[in-house]
C-alpha cells in the first residue's frame, strides 16, 4: 500500500499476514496484531514509551538462560499463565497452575518410590497419589515430572551450593496408576527480582513472594497434559501468590505419620510428614 494512516494501517498490517497457512496461527497472528494496535491507539502510545517496552524485552532476553526464563515469569506476574491455565481446564479434571521459569526438561528418571531427600536439610514428605482419567479409572502409561525447592528456598538453578537437577525427578506410575515419592517440605521464595520483571514489581510496590508448592507435568498417551502445582495449607502467602497460581483444590494439608513399615522402605525417618496427590487427566481433543 503507497497510502498507509491511521485509519487503515491495522488493516494492512491483519492482511499481510493473511497467507499464512495455518488457520490457527494466521487467527493468532491477526489478533495479536489487532489488540495490539488497538492498545497503542487506547493509550496513546509515545516513541519514548515504545523504545522503553523495547529495551524492558531487551533486558528480559539478556538474563533469560536455558534454565531461567525472563519472559515466562513475566508471563507469570501479569497473570497470562495462569488466565491460560483456567482456559484450558476440563470438568473433573485436576486443576492445573503456572509452570514457573524453573522447569528444565531431561529430569533424571527414578523407580517409583523414590527418595530425594538425600543430604537436603528439611522435614521429610511422603507424596503419594494414583493418576487416573475422570472416570476413576488408572492411567498405567502415565509418567510424572516433579520438581521443588530446597529448604532455603531457592532452587538449583538460583543456588552454586545444590547439585544439578536437586529435588527433581521423572517416574513411571504403577500398574494401577498409584505412586510414592520420600522429598522435603517446600518453603516459600522470591521470584526472581534481579532482572526487569522485578523492577516491574517493584514499581507496582507488588509483593514478590510465592506460596511454598511443589511443581508437577503429569503425561499419559491419549490424555491433556497436565501441568500444576500443590500448595501448602499452612503457608501464609496462600491469598498473595506473585503468580496468582494457588487453586483452592491444589492446596494440601500436611499430616504426621508414623509408619514403620512406610518409612523403611521409602528411607524416611520415623516421623514424617504425608499428603495424597490423586490427579485426573481429561482425554486429549
Given amino acids: ?13 491483519k492482511n499481510s499476514f493473511a497467507n499464512i497457512d495455518d488457520e490457527r496461527l494466521r487467527h ?21 514509551e515504545w523504545r522503553e517496552g523495547i529495551g524492558f524485552l531487551h ?5 533469560s538462560s536455558p534454565s531461567r526464563s525472563e519472559f515466562t515469569l513475566l508471563s507469570d ?42 543430604d ?31 529448604d532455603n528456598g531457592m532452587y538449583w538453578q538460583m543456588d552454586d551450593s545444590q547439585p544439578q537437577d536437586n529435588l527433581r525427578c521423572q517416574i513411571k506410575v504403577q500398574a494401577d496408576g498409584c505412586f510414592e515419592l520420600a522429598t522435603i517440605r517446600p518453603r516459600p521464595y522470591l521470584v ?7 523492577e516491574l514489581l517493584r514499581i507496582s510496590h507488588r509483593d514478590a513472594w510465592r506460596p511454598a508448592h511443589y511443581h508437577v507435568i503429569v503425561e499419559a498417551p491419549g490424555y ?15 491469598d ?20 514403620t513399615a512406610t518409612a523403611a522402605r521409602l528411607g524416611l525417618p520415623p516421623q514424617y510428614l504425608a499428603i495424597d496427590l490423586p490427579i485426573r487427566l481429561a482425554r486429549g481433543d
Avoid: Y
Fill in 120 to 150: 537436603n536439610p528439611g522435614e521429610a514428605v511422603l507424596i503419594r497419589g494414583r493418576v487416573t482419567d475422570i472416570h476413576g479409572q488408572p492411567l498405567p502409561e502415565a509418567s510424572i515430572d516433579f520438581w521443588q525447592n530446597a
Fill in 28 to 48: 493468532l497472528v491477526n489478533r495479536l496484531a489487532h489488540h495490539l494496535h488497538a492498545f497503542a491507539t487506547e493509550t496513546q502510545l509515545t516513541h519514548e
Fill in 192 to 198: 526472581p527480582t534481579d532482572g526487569p520483571v522485578g
Fill in 59 to 63: 533486558r528480559a532476553a539478556e538474563i
Fill in 77 to 118: 506476574v501479569l497473570g497470562l499463565s495462569s488466565l491460560v491455565d483456567l482456559l484450558a481446564a476440563r470438568p473433573g479434571a485436576t486443576e492445573g497452575s503456572v509452570l514457573g521459569p524453573f522447569h528444565t526438561r531431561g529430569s533424571p528418571w527414578m523407580d517409583n518410590g523414590a527418595n530425594l531427600i538425600r
Fill in 1 to 13: 500500500m503507497k497510502n498507509i494512516t491511521r485509519d487503515n494501517l491495522t488493516d494492512a498490517v
Fill in 240 to 259: 498473595k501468590d506473585a503468580v496468582f497460581g494457588v487453586r483452592a483444590s491444589l492446596v494440601c494439608d500436611f499430616q504426621s505419620e508414623s509408619d
Fill in 224 to 238: 491433556r497434559s497436565l501441568i500444576t502445582e500443590v500448595f501448602d495449607a499452612a503457608d501464609p502467602w496462600l
